[in-house]
């Protein structure tokens, strides 16, 4: 039976049908163009069993409405009250459902194994998930283009770049250093975490993930389906 996966992020959206835990295509979007979309690509009769949706930034109600009537099963929200299979050990009621989501898919994808997951995204968010099927907590710091974009509106001569690091870590000239500080600086950070957790497995996923991946030699894998994963497999178990 065919669910429909919705992760809404900070800035877009990733629309997805998964086959039981097979994902089949991906979308991404902006948040608006939602609603049309699915109007669009699904007829009548080919509506999802399940809808299972996260979003960062709240959940509109007339999306809320529009999806518990769009599926055949109903919405499935990522909120306190959902299953998702794993223990959450987070001690505030504002983990991110994105977070939560990608825990669900790294303990599904490696279950027996203590799994540090990077998320490339407007944020860099570090989270831990233990063999047992334990979201441990993690933390989070701007993303690549965050810190461009930092830069430039809390200074009055950057400019907004995004560019890569050079060969030479010393920058010589304003692109350069600005390429440079954010580049090293984001693989400082990630090579920091993986010298201090260097028996957990390395997960990376978001929009920047295959970039950084590139960039180090450390062993790590690279699935940018990795929330909508955590979505599928929450579905799976409303199905059982």
């Known amino acids: 039976m065919k669910n429909l996966l919705i992760d809404i992020g900070n800035s877009f959206c990733k629309v997805a049908i998964a086959d039981g835990m097979e994902i089949l295509w991906v979308e991404r979007m902006k948040k608006e163009r939602l609603i ?31 999806l518990e009537e769009f599926s055949t099963k109903g919405l499935l929200s990522m909120d306190q009250s959902l299953k998702t299979g794993i223990t959450n050990n987070y001690k505030t009621p504002t983990l991110g459902s994105d977070r939560l989501a990608g825990a669900v898919g790294a303990h599904y994808l490696y279950p027996d194994c203590n799994c540090m997951v990077f998320d490339f995204g ?26 461009f974009l930092a830069l430039n509106q809390y200074t009055v001569n950057l400019p907004l770049l995004r560019v890569d690091s050079t060969e030479n ?72």
């Open 122 to 147: 407007t944020a860099i968010t570090i989270d831990f998930v233990s063999a047992k099927g334990e979201f441990l907590g993690g933390n989070i710091s701007p993303g690549f283009c965050t810190r």
């Open 36 to 66: 049309p979309f699915l109007k669009e690509r699904f007829p009548q009769e080919e509506h999802p069993a399940y809808s299972v949706l996260s979003s960062v930034s709240g959940y509109d109600p007339n999306l809320k409405k529009f």
């Open 169 to 240: 870590c010393i920058g010589t000239s304003t692109r350069d250093a600005i390429g440079n500080g954010v580049n090293l600086g984001i693989m400082f950070e990630i090579e920091g975490y993986m010298r201090l957790h260097s028996d957990k497995k390395v997960i990376f996923t978001g929009g920047d993930s295959r970039y950084f991946a590139a960039k180090t030699n450390h062993p790590v894998v690279v699935e940018e389906t990795l929330v909508l994963l955590g979505l599928a497999q929450i579905a799976m178990q409303y199905e059982q």
